[in-house]
């Protein structure tokens, strides 16, 4: 197995209890790190106490196991949000990835394995402002855009454990699931269960945000304060009782502009270095009753509607994506998402290589500010 095990080589049960129980879930509250300090105590047997928790989290985060530690943000609830894609000729592909990159609305990009082979998110405040700098980005390049925003969520989560041996996503949920069907036991729910539904996205989405919460976005984007109040600090930095920001917090958490808030894990460090993004032609008539199929599908990370784009050659309308440690192992599962749930024409698109990888840029999703170019 090409599995790098070093990062794990001096974790102990406290450390692997930070990286796969609190990717999510982190309590919104003065003194978050106490509480969670007391539920590791109860579940290791290890005395540990919020200084210590601390103090682990920000190691971690050095190591580079966390991206950072905070809030993940969604862009679609908040703003507008589109993949988009370009055909960039080889002995261009580097400047025209220098272009993209430039602008601050473009938070994720990557080289895959296909004809339109650079594909990037650009988030912005409206679907006019996004399609400007999508119109922007043709033109400085002279690439055409392939532009696929998401039509519908069946289910989007990243938040998998990774202290493990696994080879794809939740690989060791999966077969404790079949394990414990198969005994008529009741499975480990954290390990097999998803929450998944058809929730149509709006792409002229504009976050009705009040002042305070404008401000509080744009102040955690980067992560929290590593302390032992980091809402409070959030909450001094903006100018604003720590109550109000808790209670800000808990009601973007409500409405899905937070989707969770916890430790952010870098699936690269972890093992996790192959992705492969799976395109679809679902009929239509078919759509909704694959979709969430699949999405509920322990192996599966993503799993949403984009749009077709026939005039462009693009008949897919279904993504999936499957994260995974071997190449090998990623590739066994789409198999059988083919031959079991999704028996359509399909393409693969491996990743190799990231062009740009960062946090969406919030300035943009909240208020047209001047200056949201290029950086």
């Given amino acids: 197995m090409s599995l790098d095990a070093d990062w794990r080589a001096d974790l102990d049960a406290v450390d692997a209890a930070l990286i796969d129980e609190y990717q999510s879930g982190f309590p ?23 200084a210590d928790v601390l103090d682990r989290v920000r190691d971690l985060r ?36 220098e272009v993209i990159n430039g602008y601050r609305q473009v938070n994720h990009n990557y080289r895959r394995d296909h004809e339109w082979n650079q594909w990037f998110v650009v988030t912005a405040s409206s679907r006019e402002r996004r399609d400007e700098i999508l119109a922007d980005i043709e033109e400085r390049t002279g690439c055409e855009v ?59 989405a504009r976050g009705d945000l009040s002042p305070l919460e404008a401000d509080l976005l744009l102040t955690i984007q980067g992560g929290f304060p590593l302390s032992a109040t980091p809402y409070a600090d959030v909450a ?45 032609d679902v009929p239509d008539e078919e759509l909704d009753e694959r979709g969430e199929a699949v999405g509920s599908l322990p192996y599966v990370t993503l799993c949403y509607h984009r749009p077709r ?52 840029r919030y300035e943009d999703l909240v208020a047209d500010s001047p200056g949201s170019g290029p950086e």
């Fill in 236 to 280: 001094s930095e903006i100018d604003a009782p720590v109550d109000d920001v808790l209670a800000a917090v808990e009601r973007l958490l409500a409405d899905g502009c937070i989707k969770r808030i916890g430790c952010v894990v870098n699936h690269v460090v972890t093992g996790f270095t192959n992705n492969c993004m799976v395109v679809w």
């Fill in 62 to 97: 050095d190591r580079g196991v966390f991206r950072r530690f905070g809030a993940v943000l969604n862009p679609p609830v908040i703003g507008s949000s589109t993949l988009a894609a370009v055909r960039a000729p080889e002995d261009r592909f580097d400047e025209v990835a």
């Fill in 146 to 204: 392939l532009a696929l925003p998401m039509l519908t969520d069946y289910y989007i989560d990243l938040e998998f454990p990774v202290v493990n041996g696994d080879r794809f996503a939740r690989e060791s949920g999966e077969a404790r699931s079949a394990s414990d069907s198969a005994s008529g036991e009741r499975s480990d729910p954290r390990a097999s269960e998803t929450d998944v539904s058809a929730t149509r996205i709006s792409e002229n």
């Fill in 309 to 360: 784009r026939p005039e462009q050659e693009w008949e897919y309308n279904l993504f999936t994506m499957i994260h995974g440690r071997e190449a090998e192992a990623v590739d066994a599962k789409i198999d059988e998402l083919a031959a079991d749930h999704l028996p359509f024409s399909h393409e693969r698109l491996y990743s190799t290589e990231t062009l740009k990888q960062t946090g969406a």
């Fill in 28 to 50: 919104v509250e003065s003194r978050p790190f106490e509480r969670v300090a007391r539920e590791i105590a109860a579940e290791t047997g290890v005395d540990v106490d919020a």
